[in-house]
């Protein structure tokens, strides 16, 4: 690593993580107090987390500056892991490892992330305690200095996540060079359906606010996406034509040298990138021109045998069994762009930034369709994904489960589920039930579920959480908040 990237990452990093172990060891220290495990009920400090919470934040302002790094700290990751072939390695060997369940350079916005987790958890806490609570007063105060704390670093934290991102998307695409440049900004991502003289094609589209990339998905030893055409959004026009093409959910996009048909796999779907295309040709208007160039020329559209044969992979190798990441080859075959491709569904940057915002972790219990016992497991949902391990204490999760294009619902009568607060998770023929240990927890992991994976085509007829007012309608019915629930 080079001597400059190293004085970057390691002397802003550390002091965080050194600030953060004993800011976990105080929130122990208070649960089991709270837990009542001692006599804090005659010192005063019983159910309260606050005054913990008002000390650490205002400690964690005097790190600011080491936060306002992380953008610095990033950049000069890629250019290293750009200059330096052994740096690129030893970067795409550690993401192999099961430890680094993310992108690297996802784990390095992880700080600034967290910064928003804690004014979450504080809007919950004043929404719960009335202004004659001990702890209102100071949990009032935290949540100020925390807004303040979001509201200076939001611009830094947009800006990074797309940078992040674009860096993520280059590992999956061959046949760019040039993906990652000033003002590009990545809007949606997904499965579409192109028209040729061969019928319709699964094909997977990338968005920016200046390209439109299509793509399918090649049998390489790194199973990236290979890039078949372009069009440049200054002066494209788009038109529904359903009726000329007789497809369902058809649209024309007309680039100035290039048309081509698409369709998406429902009509939701289709009003998603409908949006997202005419605001991106509307960005691109008021841009200055026409975007550089990705490529010099632009390869056939047409798949070898290789590719095709690719795309029969099952639900399976998409890390959707209970042996998922054990299945994991160097690949890197359970990105978020394999997952749309398989799930044949799409996702936004709006919907990443979101479920930054919307995520937990906590004990579940997990049941598959075909077993009759409980797993009790520590699991994590981020990343639109669940990750399950034996312990909050694991290094490294036993399985994953990516949740773009499940559906959420309860389980009914007919299946034999009698227990309380059960959820189902199902895609196709894959069945998973996940069992919460109390109310609050079970509507906890509803609303994170629904909020941050925008995808699920969640039946809330069928599931009591959701009631007519909806999803937002449950939490005025959420019971008294558990620290040792899910967070």
């Given at each position: 690593m080079?001597e400059t990237?190293k004085?970057l990452?390691f002397?802003?990093f550390?002091?965080?993580?050194?600030f953060?172990t004993?800011?976990?060891k105080e929130?122990?220290?208070?649960?089991a107090l709270w837990?009542?495990?001692?006599?804090?009920?005659?010192?005063?400090?019983y159910?309260?987390i606050?005054?913990v919470?008002?000390?650490n934040?205002?400690?964690?302002?005097?790190?600011?500056?080491?936060?306002?790094k992380?953008s610095?700290?990033?950049?000069?990751?890629e250019?290293?892991?750009?200059g330096?072939?052994?740096?690129?390695?030893l970067?795409?060997d550690?993401?192999?490892q099961k430890v680094?369940?993310l992108?690297?350079?996802?784990?390095l916005?992880?700080?600034?992330?967290?910064?928003?987790?804690?004014?979450q958890?504080l809007?919950?806490l004043?929404k719960?305690?009335?202004?004659?609570?001990?702890?209102f007063r100071?949990?009032?105060?935290?949540l100020?200095?925390i807004?303040?704390?979001v509201?200076?670093l939001?611009?830094?934290?947009?800006?990074m996540?797309?940078?992040q991102?674009?860096?993520?998307?280059k590992?999956?695409?061959i046949?760019?060079?040039?993906?990652?440049?000033p003002?590009?900004?990545?809007i949606r991502?997904?499965?579409?359906s192109?028209?040729?003289?061969?019928?319709?094609?699964?094909?997977m589209?990338?968005l920016f606010n200046?390209?439109l990339l299509?793509?399918?998905?090649?049998?390489?030893?790194?199973n990236?996406?290979?890039?078949?055409?372009?069009?440049?959004?200054?002066?494209?026009?788009m038109?529904?034509?359903?009726?000329?093409?007789?497809?369902?959910h058809?649209?024309t996009l007309?680039?100035?040298?290039q048309?081509?048909?698409?369709?998406?796999?429902?009509r939701?779907e289709?009003e998603?990138w409908?949006?997202?295309?005419?605001?991106?040709?509307?960005?691109?208007?008021?841009?200055?021109?026409?975007?550089?160039?990705f490529?010099?020329?632009?390869?056939?559209?047409?798949?070898?045998?290789?590719e095709?044969?690719?795309?029969?992979?099952?639900?399976?190798?998409?890390s959707a069994?209970?042996?998922?990441l054990?299945?994991?080859?160097p690949h890197?075959?359970?990105?978020?762009?394999h997952?749309?491709?398989?799930?044949?569904?799409?996702?936004s940057?709006?919907?990443?930034?979101?479920?930054?915002?919307n995520?937990?972790?906590?004990?579940?219990?997990?049941?598959f369709?075909?077993?009759?016992g409980?797993?009790k497991l520590?699991?994590?949902?981020?990343?639109?994904?669940l990750?399950?391990?034996k312990?909050?204490q694991?290094?490294?999760?036993?399985?994953?489960l990516?949740?773009?294009?499940?559906s959420?619902?309860?389980?009914?009568?007919?299946?034999?589920?009698?227990?309380?607060?059960v959820?189902?998770?199902?895609?196709k023929?894959h069945?998973?039930y996940?069992?919460a240990?109390?109310?609050?927890?079970?509507?906890r992991?509803i609303?994170?579920l629904?909020?941050a994976a925008?995808n699920?085509?969640?039946e809330?007829?069928?599931?009591?959480?959701f009631?007519a007012?909806g999803v937002?309608a449950?939490?005025?019915?959420?019971?008294?908040?558990?620290?040792?629930?899910?967070t």
């Amino acid at each position: 690593m080079p001597e400059t990237l190293k004085s970057l990452i390691f002397p802003n990093f550390e002091p965080l993580h050194k600030f953060h172990t004993n800011f976990l060891k105080e929130i122990e220290q208070r649960l089991a107090l709270w837990e009542g495990r001692s006599n804090a009920h005659i010192r005063g400090d019983y159910q309260r987390i606050g005054d913990v919470m008002l000390k650490n934040i205002q400690g964690m302002k005097q790190l600011a500056a080491h936060l306002w790094k992380h953008s610095e700290a990033l950049e000069a990751l890629e250019t290293g892991i750009r200059g330096s072939r052994r740096l690129e390695s030893l970067c795409r060997d550690f993401e192999l490892q099961k430890v680094c369940y993310l992108s690297l350079n996802t784990f390095l916005l992880r700080p600034l992330h967290r910064l928003m987790h804690y004014k979450q958890v504080l809007e919950r806490l004043c929404k719960h305690h009335p202004p004659s609570h001990a702890d209102f007063r100071d949990c009032r105060a935290a949540l100020a200095e925390i807004t303040e704390m979001v509201a200076q670093l939001h611009g830094t934290m947009i800006k990074m996540e797309n940078f992040q991102k674009l860096h993520e998307l280059k590992k999956d695409l061959i046949g760019v060079d040039n993906l990652v440049i000033p003002g590009r900004e990545f809007i949606r991502l997904g499965s579409l359906s192109k028209l040729s003289g061969k019928g319709l094609q699964q094909r997977m589209f990338f968005l920016f606010n200046d390209v439109l990339l299509y793509t399918s998905r090649g049998l390489t030893a790194s199973n990236q996406f290979k890039v078949h055409g372009q069009l440049p959004l200054y002066g494209m026009t788009m038109e529904e034509s359903e009726d000329e093409w007789g497809v369902p959910h058809c649209l024309t996009l007309r680039g100035q040298r290039q048309s081509i048909v698409v369709a998406a796999s429902s009509r939701s779907e289709m009003e998603k990138w409908v949006e997202d295309i005419q605001m991106a040709i509307d960005l691109a208007e008021k841009s200055s021109g026409p975007a550089p160039e990705f490529l010099a020329s632009s390869p056939p559209d047409s798949k070898s045998p290789e590719e095709a044969a690719g795309d029969q992979e099952s639900e399976d190798d998409l890390s959707a069994s209970r042996t998922s990441l054990e299945r994991q080859a160097p690949h890197r075959g359970n990105t978020m762009v394999h997952v749309c491709w398989h799930r044949n569904t799409s996702v936004s940057m709006v919907d990443f930034s979101v479920a930054v915002e919307n995520q937990l972790s906590g004990n579940l219990l997990r049941k598959f369709k075909n077993s009759n016992g409980w797993q009790k497991l520590w699991v994590v949902f981020t990343n639109f994904c669940l990750f399950f391990y034996k312990s909050h204490q694991d290094s490294h999760p036993l399985a994953s489960l990516p949740l773009l294009g499940y559906s959420l619902t309860i389980p009914s009568e007919s299946e034999d589920i009698h227990k309380d607060y059960v959820f189902k998770l199902h895609f196709k023929s894959h069945v998973y039930y996940f069992r919460a240990e109390s109310e609050y927890t079970f509507e906890r992991t509803i609303l994170n579920l629904v909020f941050a994976a925008v995808n699920f085509s969640s039946e809330r007829d069928r599931t009591p959480a959701f009631n007519a007012g909806g999803v937002s309608a449950v939490m005025p019915s959420c019971p008294t908040p558990q620290l040792g629930a899910l967070t």
